[in-house]
């Protein structure tokens, strides 16, 4: 399913249902954007979740900037639906959109430079070490990888209402609901919770380290004789 396949109506002018004498909740002046159905999904109309519930809008760092809640999101989940779900599917788009970036060990270098003019003998001497390191790997079948150290980081907003959890990458992992707060509190409140509580999350994370393994030390050998040979090949014969 993609993002302009999911519908949701959140009407950020509607008033939240509230107890006799409460004061009006603050709801958002923009343009509606959740009820463009015809316009293409970009990250400026916020990342949906499926009930219609609730939408994230992040800044170009993944950081969560504002979060929209349903008004009538107690009538939309029921009493079986826990607010949080319609917020994982939502982190879920957001880490889709914001991937782990893992760089390849055997990525091209174009700035590499030759270290000999090309000749056959060397092509051939290239050639045949990359053959051994190429054997080395296949080999090895699943073993020798590396692997990351490193924590999840927890976030917490400042009223105790919300709580986000950080995988050991620094994506969004599990939001957590205080449910007797969530009960008694109003959107506003909630969003500001969501936002809160995510900037929390990233000043206690702590980026992971990667250890490298047998398989990464073979394929920069790899990736160093590959970038040899293309740079010699861009020098030419001398």
Request: charged share 30%; hydrophobic share 40%; net charge negative.
């Amino acid at each position: 399913m993609g993002f302009d396949d999911f519908v949701d109506d959140l009407d950020p002018m509607a008033a939240p249902v509230g107890t006799f004498g409460a004061q009006p909740e603050e709801v958002d002046e923009d343009i509606d954007v959740l009820s463009r159905a015809d316009e293409t999904w970009h990250p400026g109309l916020g990342f949906p979740d499926g009930y219609g519930v609730c939408r994230v809008w992040t800044d170009e760092t993944g950081l969560i900037t504002k979060v929209r809640v349903s008004a009538s999101w107690r009538e939309k989940l029921g009493k079986k639906v826990h607010l949080s779900m319609p917020f994982a599917q939502a982190f879920a788009l957001v880490n889709s959109y914001f991937p782990v970036e893992a760089k390849s060990a055997l990525e091209q270098d174009n700035n590499h430079q030759a270290k000999y003019p090309l000749s056959w003998e060397r092509l051939d001497t290239l050639t045949r070490e990359m053959a051994n390191l190429t054997q080395r790997l296949e080999a090895m079948g699943d073993g020798g990888a590396g692997h990351w150290e490193g924590k999840c980081a927890l976030g917490e907003s400042p009223d105790k209402l919300a709580a986000i959890e950080l995988t050991e990458h620094g994506q969004l992992g599990r939001i957590i609901f205080n449910t007797p707060k969530l009960e008694e509190s109003r959107i506003r409140q909630i969003t500001d919770a969501v936002v809160r509580a995510h900037a929390d999350a990233r000043a206690n994370f702590v980026p992971s380290t990667y250890v490298e393994g047998e398989r990464d030390r073979v394929q920069a050998e790899l990736r160093e004789l590959r970038n040899e040979t293309l740079a010699m090949m861009r020098r030419g014969f001398k």
